[in-house]
C-alpha cells in the first residue's frame, strides 16, 4: 500500500505524518533520514493495529501541489 506522507521542515530537523494513520509521526535531522523513519514507523503502526485486532485504515489521502504567484 502507499500512504500520502507530509514532511515538514523545521528550523533545525525535519517532521513527517501520514493523514490516514492519526498518530504515525517520525522527526529526523536530514529529509532522508525522516523519510526511513516514517517508512518504518508505518510499518510499526500497521503491525500494531493488526496486533490489536484493529482494521488497517485504507490509504485514501492524496497530495496536489497548486502553484500560485506569490
Do not use: W
Request: glycine share 8%.
Amino acid at each position: 500500500m502507499k500512504y500520502a506522507v507530509v514532511i515538514e521542515k523545521g528550523p533545525a530537523s525535519f517532521g513527517a505524518y501520514v493523514p490516514d494513520l492519526p498518530g504515525c509521526v517520525a522527526a529526523g535531522s536530514s529529509r532522508e533520514e525522516v523519510v526511513q523513519l516514517i517508512h518504518d514507523a508505518i510499518e510499526f503502526h500497521i503491525e500494531g493495529l493488526k496486533a490489536d485486532n484493529q482494521s488497517v485504515p485504507l490509504p485514501s489521502s492524496t497530495i496536489e501541489f497548486i502553484d500560485v504567484a506569490a
